[in-house]
Every structure is written in structure tokens, then in C-alpha cells.
Nanobody
């Protein structure tokens, strides 16, 4: 049974920072790409940032210069450092991972963590 568990969300004032973490656990052989998406009320889920197994990163325009994605391969964990937060960053943030188990390869999602930025 594979699980992705996010943590680090919360309420922060505009201009503040938060660091999200997402740890994968279970019968994992290896993890390829990992990433963060977000979904604001009434909006579609959108990409925030991704990182490959070798560390190459990709960011949404809204995240460039403010957010940093990183990972710890030994811990099967991905992080999202968010600085200079804006009210429009308010959303539920989901992590995702393309991972390999002994009998399956596919995308897994966490349950989400709420980020609320007050003005």
C-alpha cells in the first residue's frame, strides 16, 4: 500500500512563507518525477512545480521566483518552499509522484494540504 502524505500547510499573511512536505511510503522501489499541484475553490487543479529524479525542475509562471521545489530521494520526500505568498496562492496543495512498486508503476496523489494566505 503506497501513501503520499502532505504536511506544512496553514494560514499565513501575505508576504510570508510556508514549506510543504510530502512523504511517500509503502512498497516503493523507486520514484521518478514528483510534483505539486493546487486547486483553488471553483477552479481547476493546476500545476505548481515538478522535479525529475535527476533534479530537473519546472515551474508554473505564477510560481517562478517565489517557490522552490526540491526532493530527498533517500526519504522519498518532496518539498515546496513558498516565499512572498499572495492571497491568490490560497488553495489546497496536492503532491504527486510517479513511482514504481514491485508490480505497478503509476501516478499517486496525496490527500492535499490547505494553504490560506490572508491579505
Amino acid at each position: 500500500q503506497v501513501q503520499l502524505v502532505e504536511s506544512g500547510g496553514g494560514l499565513v499573511q501575505a508576504g510570508g512563507s510556508l514549506r510543504l512536505s510530502c512523504a511517500a511510503s509503502g512498497s516503493i522501489v523507486s520514484i521518478n518525477a514528483m510534483g505539486w499541484y493546487r486547486q483553488a475553490p471553483g477552479k481547476q487543479r493546476e500545476l505548481v512545480a515538478t522535479i525529475t529524479g535527476s533534479g530537473s525542475t519546472n515551474y508554473a509562471d505564477s510560481a517562478k521566483g517565489r517557490f522552490t521545489i526540491s526532493r530527498d530521494n533517500a526519504k522519498f520526500t518532496v518539498y515546496l518552499q513558498m516565499n512572498s505568498l499572495k492571497p491568490e496562492d490560497t488553495a489546497v496543495y496536492y503532491c504527486t509522484a510517479e513511482l514504481y512498486t514491485s508490480d505497478y508503476v503509476g501516478d499517486y496523489w496525496g490527500q492535499g494540504t490547505q494553504v490560506t494566505v490572508s491579505s
